[in-house]
């Protein structure tokens, strides 16, 4: 059985960091491209950030560009979003997924397997 449980989320104030994870069961993370994507109160899941397994190629969304880092680590079936300087407008659930579309200037939505999420709150 597949399965993504994301971790690390949490409230941090503006400037500030967090490292998300997300590990991986019932399969082995480099052979899928992996996304993390987030979603606010109100508005439509985006696509932050994704790692494609077959040449490494990732993909940042504009707002995150400079900020945001995927990475991965095989030995640990786990993949990793560090978030730096967060600004109050990252905040949103977090999800990480895999087997989807990945590419260097987008991400597809439609993915074969989805985390449960992690809140992310950027706040004073």
């Known amino acids: 059985q597949v399965q993504l449980v994301e971790s690390g989320g949490g409230l941090v104030q503006p400037g500030g960091s967090l490292r998300l994870s997300c590990a991986a069961s019932?399969?082995?993370?480099?052979?899928?491209?992996i996304g993390w994507f987030r979603q606010a109160p109100g508005k439509e899941r985006e696509g932050v950030s994704c790692?494609?397994?077959?040449?490494?190629?990732?993909y940042y969304v504009d707002s995150v560009k400079g900020r945001f880092t995927i990475s991965r680590d095989n030995a640990k079936n786990t993949v990793y979003l560090q978030m730096n300087n967060l600004k109050p407008e990252d905040t949103a659930v977090y999800y990480c997924a895999a087997n989807m579309v990945c590419r260097s200037d987008s991400v597809s939505r439609f993915a074969s397997f989805w985390g449960q999420g992690t809140q992310v709150t950027v706040s004073s």
């Open positions: 019932g399969f082995t993370l480099n052979t899928a491209n």
């Open positions: 790692s494609r397994t077959s040449d490494d190629t990732t």
